[in-house]
């Protein structure tokens, strides 16, 4: 059974930074992607960035271009979004999630496996 286990979140002022880490076990991820969403209250969940995880080809949401980083460690099964310049509108809740290689990217529906998703507060 697949499992992806989000952390790294918390409380940040503007300006500061945050490393969310997303574990994913239960299977090869080889010709995966590992997406990050994020849903603020009362919004839809949206797309911030994702990576595939055999070739490290990296996609990004414009909001976050420039400010955030995500990256892979495949001996650790594990992707990082390094947070960067936060503002209070990054504040959200930030799930993890993975699907098969094809397909679209930035499409929270096309994506099979989902964590529980981690908490990000950036204030003003």
């Known amino acids: 059974q697949v499992q992806l286990v989000e952390s790294g979140g918390g409380l940040v002022q503007a300006g500061g930074s945050l490393r969310l880490s997303c574990a994913a076990s239960?299977?090869?991820?080889?010709?995966?992607?590992v997406g990050w969403f994020r849903q603020a209250p009362g919004k839809e969940r949206e797309f911030v960035a994702a990576?595939?995880?055999?070739?490290?080809?990296?996609f990004y949401s414009d909001s976050v271009k420039g400010r955030f980083t995500i990256s892979s460690d495949n001996a650790k099964n594990t992707v990082y979004l390094q947070m960067n310049s936060l503002k209070p509108e990054d504040t959200a809740i930030y799930y993890c999630?993975?699907?098969?290689?094809?397909?679209?990217?930035?499409?929270?529906?096309?994506?099979?496996?989902w964590g529980q998703g981690t908490q990000v507060t950036v204030s003003s």
């Open positions: 990576i595939s995880w055999s070739g490290g080809s990296t």
């Open positions: 239960g299977r090869t991820f080889s010709n995966y992607v």
């Open positions: 999630a993975a699907k098969r290689l094809v397909g679209l990217i930035r499409v929270a529906t096309m994506y099979d496996y």
